[in-house]
């Protein structure tokens, strides 16, 4: 209850309210009946709600609305994310005093979740969770940029984890804070409804992937889609195993009658090359039966010549050249 709806603050607006109030009298004072009560309930929340930390951020005066309180299961999912995101941050990067200003922020989370949603705890969370995603993304950037070739590239995804964990708890806050001043408290009159204006009028991406449903049904679809991708990997690796044998099958088939064809060749080559070979033998044989023959001939052609020539310069021989000579000769 708002300090303005207890006993003590009503007695101090009508005299005698608080004994009223704890006779529980059949018939209640004036200033106790339901129309009077309402509009000093009405003031209490209007002037509480007009009341702000550093003029933007609300203090909630009541209980968390519906809508906050249906999206609950966001808000841990999230704080479940962002406190794995510090654990791999501390045993991974050795980034101890980033994974101190992640917990700092899990816990104000956590704090602001376990007092009903309440929206200027949530408003901290996101303040500190956008701080952090700039922070980060800096921290991430520079040095990539800086030392790009030495970075080791298993480090630079576990690195952008941080400001993406950090940036999805920003912007689910500012998704409370809006949905705060359209449709919640902050939708009262008076000042407020001018910065409901103002406000209604920005961006809010994240209306569409919390409205669309919770954590789970997300988390079984994504399960769904990969399941039917992996299902469908699995048959086309199934149609292209098919494929494959059924080429190399084809394959096999034009290597066997390949095979067989050079193989014939290579028969018919051997015995083209053999009759030539045995042809070629022969032929050869032949001119040697036939040089032998010549040489043969010459050599007792040879023997004959010279024969013939000693048979001429031999003194006693009676050929009619030399009995020439003889009779030309009256010395001899």
Sequence with gaps: RPPSCTPGALARVCAGCSSALSRRPRRAPPCCRRSTMKKLVGNALEDEADRKFFGFIPVQVGPASQYARRVQK???????????????????LHDFAGCFWLVLICAVGWYAWSQDMNITY???????????????????????????????????????LVPACELLGAAFAWHLYHDYYTTGGGAAGGADSEAARAIGELPDPMAKIVEGGDP???GAAMFAGFKARGVEAQ?????????????????????AKGAESLQQQAAH???????KASEGFAAARERAEGLRQ??????EGLQQQQQ??????SPFSTHPAQNRVRKQAPCC
């Design 308 to 313: 013939q020539s000693e048979a001429e310069h």
């Design 122 to 160: 949530i408003c901290v969370w996101g303040l500190a969770c956008f701080f952090g995603f700039v922070f980060d993304t800096a921290a991430l950037v520079l040095p990539l940029l800086l030392d790009m070739v030495t970075m080791s590239w298993l480090m630079i995804p576990l690195r952008a």
């Design 74 to 92: 966001w808000m841990q999912a999230i704080l479940v994310i962002q406190f794995a995101v510090c654990l791999v941050r501390f045993v991974a």
């Design 269 to 275: 080559g051997a015995g083209g090359f053999g009759q």
């Design 235 to 255: 048959g086309k690796l199934a149609k292209g195993g098919e494929s494959l044998q059924a080429k190399g099958a084809d394959m096999q088939g034009k290597l």
């Design 294 to 299: 010549q040489a043969a001939h010459g050599a």
């Design 216 to 218: 789970a049904s997300y």
